[in-house]
């Protein structure tokens, strides 16, 4: 079983993660957009950080509802108001339990995503996150370590899409052969995910 102090770590791990890559995400966003992701991230899970270690929520749903709204809050770009979402709603669909199992965590993602799509628009084959979280959690099923490959080969498979959505969607056929930054960065999220579980031996 998952417990508030797993999501905490998932966080912070992906804060980390983030932070070391940040230079990267910049420079795949400066391709197709504005070379901010990495640091829209960068500040988004410094503070999502800062935020669990001041308040300490106690239950999985509350560690990522704080979160979702941290990004909200300090993310400029749209990736914030996207993740953000993404998180707050997977952390509504915890619920208040005070541990969950896997199969409620990919439920729960699922409706994170679900929410990510309502709200941006985009499908799979847009060449958004879109396109490393559905794969990732449709792999959830299967464990940790699946879902981390099919979100990287997810991230991967956008390079030779065009973008449909966000700011890529306007160069056109221009956006072709480059990953896309959300894509990788969702990736990131879904490696730090992997890779608390197997710290705890999952
Ligand atoms: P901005 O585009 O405002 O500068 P960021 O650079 O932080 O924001 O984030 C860009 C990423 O956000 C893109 O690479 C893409 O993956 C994701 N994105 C943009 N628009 C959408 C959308 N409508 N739906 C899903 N993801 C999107
Ligand atoms: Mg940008």
Same mark, same amino acid.
């Given at each position: 079983?998952?417990?508030?102090?797993?999501?905490?770590?998932?966080?912070?791990?992906?804060?980390?993660?983030?932070?070391?890559?940040?230079?990267?995400?910049?420079?795949?966003?400066?391709?197709?957009?504005?070379?901010?992701?990495?640091?829209?991230?960068?500040?988004?899970?410094?503070?999502?950080?800062?935020?669990?270690?001041?308040?300490?929520?106690?239950?999985?749903?509350?560690?990522?509802?704080?979160?979702?709204?941290? +990004?909200?809050?300090?993310?400029?770009?749209?990736?914030?108001?996207?993740?953000?979402?993404?998180?707050?709603?997977?952390?509504?669909?915890?619920?208040?339990?005070?541990?969950?199992?896997?199969?409620?965590?990919?439920?729960?993602?699922?409706?994170?995503?679900?929410?990510?799509?309502?709200?941006?628009?985009?499908?799979?084959?847009?060449?958004?996150?879109?396109?490393?979280?559905?794969?990732?959690?449709?792999?959830?099923?299967?464990?940790?370590?699946?879902?981390?490959?099919?979100?990287?080969?997810?991230?991967?498979?956008?390079?030779?899409?065009?973008?449909?959505?966000?700011?890529?969607?306007?160069?056109?056929?221009?956006?072709?052969?480059?990953?896309?930054?959300?894509?990788?960065?969702?990736?990131? +999220?879904?490696?730090?995910?992997?890779?608390?579980?197997?710290?705890?031996?999952?």
């Amino acid at each position: 079983m998952l417990d508030a102090d797993f999501f905490r770590r998932w966080m912070t791990t992906a804060a980390a993660s983030v932070d070391r890559e940040a230079g990267r995400l910049t420079a795949l966003d400066s391709a197709i957009g504005d070379a901010d992701h990495g640091s829209n991230l960068q500040r988004g899970f410094t503070a999502v950080a800062a935020a669990l270690a001041k308040e300490a929520p106690d239950t999985p749903g509350a560690v990522l509802t704080l979160a979702g709204r941290q +990004l909200i809050s300090t993310v400029g770009g749209a990736s914030g108001p996207l993740y953000g979402t993404l998180l707050r709603r997977t952390g509504k669909a915890l619920g208040d339990a005070a541990e969950v199992g896997e199969e409620q965590l990919a439920a729960a993602l699922r409706e994170g995503v679900d929410g990510v799509m309502k709200l941006g628009g985009a499908a799979p084959g847009d060449k958004t996150m879109i396109d490393a979280l559905v794969p990732a959690v449709d792999a959830l099923g299967s464990g940790f370590a699946a879902a981390r490959t099919a979100a990287e080969e997810g991230a991967r498979a956008t390079t030779p899409l065009q973008a449909r959505k966000g700011r890529a969607s306007y160069l056109g056929e221009r956006s072709v052969g480059h990953q896309d930054p959300g894509a990788t960065s969702s990736a990131l +999220l879904i490696a730090a995910l992997a890779d608390t579980a197997e710290a705890d031996g999952e």
